[in-house]
Antibody
Framework: EVQLVQSGAEVKKPGESLKISCQAS????????IAWVRQMPGKGLEWMGI????????IYSPSFEGQVTISADKSINTAYLQWSSLKATDSAMYYC????????????????WGQGTLVTVSS | AIQMTQSPSSLSASVGDRVTITCRAS??????LGWYQQKPGKAPKLLIY???SLQSGVPSRFSGSRSGTDFTLTISSLQPEDFAIYYC?????????FGQGTKVEI
């Protein structure tokens, strides 16, 4: 059974660093992209970026490039989203999702999602 | 970036109603579009991929279609458990972009 299990809620102060995780199980981790999605309180979904564990290919949304770092540790089937200096505006729910495609050149889609990690940044 | 214009932003419907939600892409995206359902406090769930393919385990009352750059999610007979927010997502080009969401209310 495919599962993505995210780390627990975090409460941080502005300026602090943070790394949240998404541990995958039930499939070959290297073979699928992991995506990160932000949802600010009461708002819609925003795509932040993706990471391909097989070759560490990383693509960021322009809205998030330079603001976060996406990475993974293949040895423990875990993807990460990290901030070096949090702002209050980073307070949100963050989801990881597995991205797969229908066939070799077919459309991609996000078929499994983590349960979300709530990040609260407040002084 | 490709803009996904989703409409309506919200709708009121009754159990048994037929519901239609639309996403219009700002350019051609082939069939590279999925529909997701999100209930309060929960992660999104995939309903439809490749514009019209039903994800395994999703009830057949959900369907998707495409006409050019217009994509439609249809719920043929709304059930109580379908009250949620629905999003489209284009995965044709970076940055990937979601529609603004449609809240389906009683």
């Amino acid at each position: 059974e495919v599962q993505l299990v995210q780390s627990g809620a975090e409460v941080k102060k502005p300026g602090e660093s943070l790394k949240i995780s998404c541990q995958a199980s039930g499939y070959i981790f290297s073979n699928y992209y992991i995506a990160w999605v932000r949802q600010m309180p009461g708002k819609g979904l925003e795509w932040m970026g993706i990471f391909y564990p097989a070759d560490s290919d990383t693509i960021y949304s322009p809205s998030f490039e330079g603001q976060v770092t996406i990475s993974a540790d293949k040895s423990i089937n875990t993807a990460y989203l990290q901030w070096s200096s949090l702002k209050a505006t980073d307070s949100a729910m963050y989801y990881c999702a597995r991205r797969r495609r229908v066939a070799a050149a077919g459309p991609f889609y996000f078929d499994y999602w983590g349960q979300g990690t709530l990040v609260t940044v407040s002084s | 970036a490709i803009q996904m214009t989703q409409s309506p932003s919200s709708l009121s419907a009754s159990v048994g109603d037929r519901v239609t939600i639309t996403c219009r892409a700002s350019q051609v995206i082939r069939n590279d579009l999925g529909w997701y359902q999100q209930k309060p406090g929960k992660a999104p769930k995939l309903l439809i991929y490749a514009a019209s393919s039903l994800q395994s385990g999703v009830p057949s009352r959900f369907s998707g279609s495409r006409s050019g750059t217009d994509f439609t999610l249809t719920i043929s007979s709304l059930q109580p458990e379908d009250f949620a927010i629905y999003y489209c997502l284009q995965d044709y080009d970076y940055p990937l972009t979601f529609g603004q969401g449609t809240k389906v209310e009683i």
